[in-house]
Nanobody, 123 residues
Framework: QVQLVESGGGLVQAGASLRLSCAASERTFSSYNMGWFRQAPGKDRRFVAAIDWSGSSTLYGNSVKGRFTISRDNAKNTVYLQMNTLKPEDTALYYC????????????????WGQGTQVTVSS
């Protein structure tokens, strides 16, 4: 069982930056592909970014490409999401996900999920 705890959310103005963190309990963290998703009120959860177990491959959703950067520190069992030039439409609950094996951007039924951290961007 992998436990994921997100942090770093908050209320910021448009144009600001935030860095989200997701700490994992699993000592084999380095074998997990990691991802970030977000869910705005009344909308489905959407893919934001993913990084493979080694950190060598990343993938981003179209709406965040060029503004967000996913990274990981396997020594600290932590994955990060650096969010720059935030927009009001980035407002959502941001979730971290972990999955072992498979394509690194897919987080299906056997993925683990955190509880989320709220990001609110005011205009």
């Amino acid at each position: 069982q992998v436990q994921l705890v997100e942090s770093g959310g908050g209320l910021v103005q448009a144009g600001a930056s935030l860095r989200l963190s997701c700490a994992a309990s699993e000592r084999t963290f380095s074998s997990y592909n990691m991802g970030w998703f977000r869910q705005a009120p009344g909308k489905d959860r959407r893919f934001v970014a993913a990084i493979d177990w080694s950190g060598s491959s990343t993938l981003y959703g179209n709406s965040v490409k060029g503004r967000f950067t996913i990274s990981r520190d396997n020594a600290k069992n932590t994955v990060y999401l650096q969010m720059n030039t935030l927009k009001p439409e980035d407002t959502a609950l941001y979730y971290c996900a972990a999955r072992s094996g498979g394509r690194f951007w897919e987080f299906g039924g056997n993925a683990y999920w955190g509880q989320g951290t709220q990001v609110t961007v005011s205009s």
